[in-house]
């Protein structure tokens, strides 16, 4: 099953108890508000679903697993309300990888940016190469990686996180990534990569159903109170995102992308 987005898709495919849920946009498979729900619309569908034993995440191409916020819908924001609605659409995707009952493992074949590293935060375990290097870019973009926050905090520590969110314009290499809990492994190739997913998607979709439902509540303990944090963080960024600084940044940039 293909959703089609404008210049982009979210795919899903079952198998043996395996559902594969891709999503794909030409711009280094960054996020508009239309993929981002139509990707936490998928994942959600996909939780419902008892003949679903773990879910896998990825996303199209080679290079890029996710350059987060698609500038093109960024600069388009003209209002607070605007800006709070699309930034909410990272919060829903969040919030139902949180809630789904399986198991998601996430697929990270190349770099992750500001809402890519939350994604990547946001599933059960991340298996990446060693070309997936890391940078939450928001505050040079003048807002700050609010939505995506918890659940990076949650996984690498408030020292890693502050590290990355002060220091906006600096990769990390996927080995600091799995070194601070990030990535669960990397391998130094795609194929590497796809093996070990198989093998791990294989072993859960043979698990107890019941149990790895019991084990992630346990897991996601404290986070119960997402639904509103993730939504209050999501109005900050929509202030922020209409400030000097950031119109600034925005124009900027997309100048720069122009042939």
């Known amino acids: 099953m ?17 559902a594969t849920i891709e999503f794909f946009h030409p711009q280094g498979n960054s996020l508009p508000g239309q993929l981002l729900r139509a990707l936490a619309k998928h994942i959600h569908s996909e ?10 995440l990825r996303s199209g191409g080679e290079k890029i697993f996710c350059s987060g916020a698609s500038f093109d819908e960024l600069a388009a924001i003209g209002s607070q309300e605007q800006g709070n ?7 829903e995707v969040i919030n139902a990888m949180r809630k789904t009952p399986q198991f998601i493992i996430a697929r990270i074949q190349g770099k992750c940016i500001g809402g890519g590293v939350g994604l990547a935060a946001a599933a059960d375990y991340a298996i990446a190469t060693d070309g997936a290097d890391i940078k939450l870019s928001e505050l040079a973009v003048g807002i700050g990686p609010f939505v995506v926050g918890p659940a990076v905090q949650r996984k690498i520590g408030l020292a890693a996180f502050s590290e990355m969110t002060i220091d906006a314009g600096t990769w990390r290499h996927a080995d600091w990534a799995r070194r601070k809990g990030l990535f669960s492994e990397i391998h130094s190739s795609t194929e590497l990569m796809d093996d070990a997913i198989i093998r791990l998607a294989n072993t ?3 698990s107890s159903p019941e149990a790895m439902y019991e084990i992630k509540k346990m897991l996601w303990q404290g986070t119960e ?7 209050e963080r999501a109005a900050i960024s929509g ?5 000097d ?5 925005i124009a900027s940039f997309k100048a720069k992308q122009k042939p």
Not at 47 to 56: A, H, P
Not at 239 to 243: P, V
Not at 245 to 249: A, D, E, G, K, L
């Open 2 to 18: 293909v959703e089609e987005i404008k210049q982009g898709h979210v795919k899903v495919e079952r198998e043996h108890g395996i």
């Open 47 to 56: 939780g419902l679903n008892k003949e679903n034993k773990v879910i896998v």
């Open 85 to 91: 609605h699309f930034f909410s659409g990272f919060a």
């Open 204 to 206: 859960l979709s043979h």
């Open 225 to 231: 109170h997402w639904d509103q944090l993730l939504t």
């Open 239 to 243: 202030r922020l995102i209409l400030g």
């Open 245 to 249: 600084h950031s119109r600034q940044f």
